[in-house]
């Protein structure tokens, strides 16, 4: 088959390396990712987030001339600016939700109403608001224990959480201004404790298939200090997690075709990739959010063990007959290295070098991020870097890898060493435990 891909991340790069296992890949990026470059047929650049300009491409330069089967759009802005909607409307194929579907991700009061118009377990309390009266109401009407969320899309940096980055109602009530002065309205959430974990499932429009469930790392350092980050790292541990029971993934993968289901009622079918982002309580399973595409870098965890053709999965995406997929039992890790100083003050431009040698002997594999070429020479930008898998039959194995594999790049770059280690683990299974003991 031939293949379209939208995208130029981490994500995008195991995507193109999966699809080229048996179809030929072709790339829109809005930068040239030099590693997905090496792996597409043919690649073009244009601003991937202006439907214009992918139009533009699709019309003049693939439509009439390359034959494609199935298109591809993968991250959430993309999404949102309806590039789905462009490839279908060039006649071709898409196994990726269109600008109407795509919106669970990016308006969440969309997303809350879809749940209550459905009653879909692991709802919330929650309230938007359009002024400052209601949203002090509804902060007090929570004890104040709240999450202040913008509807929109932030790049993982928009929500703030009582306790984590505000203490005083004053406080909370400072980024509420804001958000009105920028949107106008916001979503304010009850605070849920719990353990967060991805559920990453394909969708056809009707029938819901989950893969394995992974736990991404927000916060920028170690043991989990410092400011959120587009994620710095994950790991699996096969069809659970060491901190879940499978009624926890029974009850999440029936939330996520609850969804599916709802959403076809609704006339907006989904297809594609419905990434459920839950916290575990001690009253089971909460909504978090949900998101419209592979997770970056949960996509990472779960592509490495999807034993089978990714692009038979798109296909039969695109067609509505998604059927069972297999996923190997192994255990992964994946660790991003990024430029010192990420998030808040990150040194771009810097070179840095990657051993590939040594990382195909230590079995680590690399993943392109944000780099890019000049003069022969590979460069960081302000964004994540690369990401460094590890894949093995125990976690350890897996977190060796991937901790070895980060010292084959060198450059002013830095990681979390602690994702994936024992330590880091029992702490989330003592935190859950303690949680369903109350
Ligand atoms: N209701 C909530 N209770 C506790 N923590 C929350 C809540 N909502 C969000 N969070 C935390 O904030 C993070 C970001 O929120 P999310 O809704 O996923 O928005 P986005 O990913 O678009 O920034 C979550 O991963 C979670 O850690
Ligand atoms: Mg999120």
């Avoid at 088959?1 to 072709?26: F, P, T």
């Avoid at 605070?191 to 893969?211: C, I, R, T, W, Y």
């Avoid at 029936?254 to 009253?283: C, W």
Wanted: glycine fraction near 8%; proline fraction near 4%; aromatic fraction near 6%.
């Amino acid at each position: 088959m031939r293949i379209l891909l939208i995208g130029n991340g981490a994500r995008e790069h195991i995507i193109a390396e999966k699809l080229a296992q048996d179809s030929e890949v072709y790339v829109i990026m809005s930068k040239k990712n030099p590693a997905i470059a090496a792996i597409a047929k043919e690649h073009w650049i244009c601003n991937i987030e202006n439907p214009q300009e992918v139009s533009e491409i699709v019309k003049n330069q693939i439509i009439g001339k390359i034959k494609i089967d199935i298109g591809f759009a993968s991250p959430d802005g993309v999404l949102a600016a309806g590039v789905s909607d462009v490839l279908e409307n060039a006649g071709i194929p898409i196994a990726s939700p269109k600008k109407a579907a795509a919106r669970i991700e990016w308006d969440k009061s969309f997303m809350r109403l879809l749940l209550e118009k459905h009653k879909i377990a692991g709802q919330i309390k929650h309230k938007i608001v359009n002024n400052e009266a209601d949203a002090r109401a509804a902060i007090i009407a929570l004890d104040g224990s709240v999450a202040i969320k913008p509807l929109g899309l932030t790049g993982g940096k928009g929500v703030k959480v009582s306790g984590d980055h505000f203490t005083h109602i004053d406080e909370g009530m400072i980024y509420v201004h804001e958000l009105l002065d920028k949107d106008g309205v916001l979503l304010i959430e009850e605070k849920v404790e719990g353990e967060e974990f991805s559920l990453q499932a394909f969708s056809d429009g009707h029938n819901v298939v989950a893969m394995p469930p992974v736990q991404d790392h927000k916060r920028a350092f170690s043991y989990d200090r410092g400011n959120n980050t587009g994620g710095m790292g994950s790991y699996s541990t096969g069809p659970l997690l060491p901190f879940l029971e499978k009624s926890d993934i029974d009850q999440a993968t029936r939330i996520l075709q609850a969804v599916v289901s709802a959403m076809h009622r609704d006339g907006v079918p989904f297809k594609g990739i419905l990434y459920g982002q839950f916290m575990a309580t001690k009253n089971g399973i909460r909504v978090i959010e949900f998101n419209a595409r592979f997770a970056d870098p949960e996509s990472i965890n779960v592509l490495a063990l999807l034993d089978g053709s990714l692009s038979a999965i798109f296909k039969q995406i695109a067609e509505g007959s998604l059927k069972k997929c297999n996923f190997l039992v192994d255990s992964t890790v994946v660790k991003y290295l990024v430029p010192e100083g990420y998030p808040d003050n990150p040194k771009p431009n810097e070179e840095v070098k990657v051993n590939l040698e040594l990382l195909k002997k230590l079995d680590a594999k690399i993943y392109y991020a944000s780099v890019y070429e000049k003069n022969g020479k590979l460069l960081t930008t302000g964004s994540r870097a690369f990401a460094i898998l590890g894949q093995g039959t125990t976690i350890d194995m897996a977190e060796a890898i991937a901790e070895k594999g980060c010292k084959c790049v060198s450059g002013p770059l830095r990681h979390r060493a602690d994702i994936g280690t024992n330590d880091l683990i029992q702490k989330r299974v003592d935190h859950m435990k303690k949680l369903r003991e109350r």
